[in-house]
């Protein structure tokens, strides 16, 4: 089985301080995504990488950056955390699509951040 | 990728079949339609997928029409455990990572499985 994990369930943090999210895959996927929900929103598209040291912005990168230096981590940074960052991030992976499939994403349990 | 529409919410009685139904009338020819769904307080999870011919796996049946404008994603026998929101997407299938985009999940349906 796919398992996606993210280093912490909840996380509470003030703003103002520096938030490193952490994923792990351990299927080899190459793709992994960054994104968040909130009530009403739905998910949205912070970040994703295609391979290591690869990343391209989403629908919502203002005030996020990432990092990709080993293929099975990808881990989210908010550079100084503010109060509209609170939010339940999810972290996704997935293999690249090969002729005549499809690129099915496996997401990890998610981290519930409130910012203070 | 092309739009879907789902209906708001839904409940189903425990033991019965569950049948989500999802419109997505733009659907081009090499698009396919997946299902995910998200329990709550946990991360999306897949559920099923197909292109042009009805699907089946351990979880969920999943029936395209003909005209490929909607499916319906069938729960045989609904658990209390299956409440969540689902999920219908139609997604084109790429070749290559380049130029490749994420999946847009949309509002869902929300499922209430009732004892």
């Known amino acids: 089985d796919v398992k996606v994990t993210q280093s912490s369930r909840y996380l509470v943090k003030r703003t103002g301080e520096k938030v490193f999210l952490e994923c792990v895959q351990d299927m080899d996927h190459e793709n992994m995504f960054w994104y968040r929900q909130d009530p009403g929103l739905g998910l949205r598209l912070i970040y994703f990488s295609y391979d290591v040291k690869m990343k391209e912005k989403g629908d919502i990168p203002e005030g996020y950056s990432v990092s990709r230096e080993k293929k099975e981590r990808f881990s989210l940074i908010l550079e100084s955390a503010s109060t509209n960052q609170t939010s339940m991030y999810l972290c996704?992976?997935?293999?690249?699509?090969?002729?005549?499939?499809?690129?099915?994403?496996?997401f990890g349990p998610g981290t519930r951040l409130t910012v203070l | 990728d092309a739009k879907t529409t789902q209906p708001t919410s839904m409940d189903c009685a425990e033991g019965r079949a569950a049948n989500l139904p999802c419109n997505h009338s733009?659907?081009?020819?090499?698009?396919?339609v997946y299902w995910y769904r998200q329990i709550h307080s946990q991360g999306p999870q897949y559920i099923i997928h197909g292109l042009k011919n009805n699907e089946t796996n351990e979880m969920a049946s999943l029936i395209i029409t003909e005209d490929r404008k909607s499916s319906t994603l069938i729960l045989p026998h609904a658990t209390l455990r299956d409440t969540a929101v689902y999920y219908c997407i139609v997604r084109v299938a790429k070749v290559r990572n380049s130029g490749n985009t994420p999946l847009v999940f949309g509002k869902g349906t929300r499922l209430s499985v009732i004892a």
């Open positions: 733009t659907i081009s020819g090499n698009e396919y």
């Open positions: 996704a992976s997935s293999l690249p699509p090969q002729r005549g499939l499809t690129d099915t994403q496996y």
